[in-house]
């Protein structure tokens, strides 16, 4: 919530401007959501305003920006084709098909709110923390270019007008700063080159050319019960949809709560802001608007532009409903062109230009990670780049410590000592047994675990296969320093393992 003793005029300000910047920042963004959706431009809007409005308050990170997003919206698509194709075999046309579909759409946005909350509740946010250092790099640098290629489609048809602002605009981003940092540099091109444009009467695309936000003016979001709500059938033909959707979006803004964690110096939440992300859905749902996550972009512009408390993304939140609702007039006027080379900007930013620095000294393998994470976030999605990276470099471990070493030496006794070395688990289990030679062993063995670890139970049946087979030889073995928890899993071996002072502790984990 907001700490106002936190808070000195200088925070407030830089708060309220950077807000303000997002504000219009957000408006084409949620436009262009919405069309790839393939819903009006206020449900998209409704969703940056509501979504963000609770993020702000409940989030686990002030200052990051959430709302309609492209990642998610793309989900939407296959959900609302398959609602289209089965109200058209209804008979439904025109107004009729497109208010029951959305019906589709709303409900699958409030069960995706559901998930996300449950994911919070069960502190599943700390999850995130899985994904490597390579693979974050990887999706911000995919990002990035994403970011910047979804600009390329507003060039088109247009003059060279169009440039000129987006490269003015640029200058401005780039050397006001150096000059002063009292008013954000975003907010400057916005005001400045959308009065040259207007007193000038350039012809460039506006965001008025985008859709007409003036059929909008004065409607506020109202409370809205989907019809199926309650259906079963509807609720089955969605719940797909919904988990991809609440995948997507925790892993987008969880993905971007890191990045502004590493910016900022500061750690958030991630259980935090899974639940009220989920809020921010199931209220946008009910208030008709689609679902959405965070918004790295928006996040990052309102980052760099002094908006660090949650001050400046309730005033994002708010000054996005108070320009739809009271001044599209002056929200249509605003040139495309600025808002692009903030975008562009935002891009440049973004990239993780130092990863090229690593490059020389980072292994082969994670050089590759941050690569394929790169260009899967490019021409896939996120959530499967990701993924994808998580599981590449899961497998990139588990291969470099598929192996356990053994050293041995024979006591005064008689008794060859096996000493192991290294973790032994389903990676490592089926070259365990090639560290011993029971037809050459002697009549008494000991294999010790001191420098060794039993991290599942393919590690323990691997045990009990090599307990066996000393068994069936007819030789006395004896295992030292097992946990008590990887005893009581044994089969075979329970009266041939010694129980010692210090015999570790660890657990060990069932992958079964």
């Known amino acids: 919530m907001f700490d106002l003793k936190k808070y000195t005029s200088a925070n407030i300000k830089n708060d309220v401007l950077s807000g303000l910047v997002v504000a219009v920042a957000l408006v084409p963004e949620a436009i262009a959501f919405s069309f790839i959706a393939g819903v009006s431009p206020i449900v998209g809007l409704y969703a940056a305003f509501i979504i963000g409005l609770i993020t702000s308050i409940i989030g686990g990170k002030p200052g990051m920006i959430s709302g309609a997003t492209g990642s998610v919206a793309v989900v939407m698509i296959g959900l609302m084709l398959e609602a289209n194709a089965k109200l058209t075999a209804m008979g439904m046309v025109g107004e009729e098909l497109y208010i029951h579909a959305l019906n589709y759409l709303l409900l699958a946005t409030i069960m995706a709110g559901l998930i996300q909350v449950a994911f919070g509740v069960f502190k599943l946010g700390k999850f995130i923390r899985l994904v490597p250092q390579p693979a974050l790099y990887g999706f911000v640098n995919g990002l990035a270019i994403v970011i910047a290629m979804a600009q390329f489609k507003f060039f088109e048809g247009q003059g060279y007008a169009m440039y000129v602002i987006v490269g003015i605009t640029m200058l401005i981003m780039y050397a006001l700063p150096k000059f002063t940092k009292v008013v954000p540099s975003g907010l400057v091109a916005i005001v400045l080159l959308t009065l040259i444009v207007y007193v000038m009467q350039i012809d460039t695309i506006t965001v008025g050319s985008l859709a007409n936000l003036s059929e909008f003016k004065g409607q506020l979001p109202q409370l809205i019960i989907p019809d199926t709500l309650f259906s079963s059938e509807a609720i089955l033909m969605v719940l797909p949809y919904a988990v991809i959707m609440a995948l997507v979006g925790l892993i987008e ?126 021409v896939e999605d996120l959530a499967v780049a990701v993924i994808a990276g998580v599981i590449i470099s899961a497998l990139i471990f588990a291969w470099k410590h598929a192996r356990i070493w053994a050293k041995s030496h024979v006591e005064d006794d008689g008794t060859k000592v096996y000493t192991l070395d290294g973790p032994l688990f389903f990676g490592s289990a089926t070259t365990f047994s090639d560290n011993f030679t029971i037809d050459q062993d002697p009549p008494k063995v000991v294999i010790d675990f001191k420098n060794a670890k039993v991290l599942d139970f393919s590690g323990v049946e691997a045990i009990d296969a090599i307990v066996k087979k000393y068994e069936e030889s007819g030789k006395n073995l004896l295992l030292r320093h097992l946990s008590d928890d990887c005893k009581k899993i044994l089969k075979h071996a329970g009266p041939h393992c010694s129980y010692e002072e210090d015999d570790p502790t660890y657990k060990v984990a069932f992958n079964y």
């Open 253 to 378: 803004s969880l993905l971007t709560l890191a990045v502004l964690d590493e910016m900022s110096g500061t750690r958030g939440s991630g259980n935090k802001e899974c639940i009220a992300l989920g809020c921010g859905n199931i209220t946008s749902g009910f208030f008709g608007g689609m679902a959405g996550c965070a918004m790295i972009g928006q996040s990052i512009i309102n980052y760099t532009s002094g908006g660090l408390g949650r001050l400046s993304s309730f005033v994002a939140a708010v000054g996005l409903l108070v320009l739809v609702i009271s001044m599209t007039d002056v929200l249509n006027t605003i040139p495309v062109g600025v808002l692009v080379g903030i975008m562009f900007m935002v891009s440049i930013g973004t990239f993780e230009w130092s990863s090229f620095s690593h490059l020389k000294h980072m292994p082969r393998a994670d050089v590759f990670v941050m690569i394929v994470v790169t260009i899967i976030t490019v």
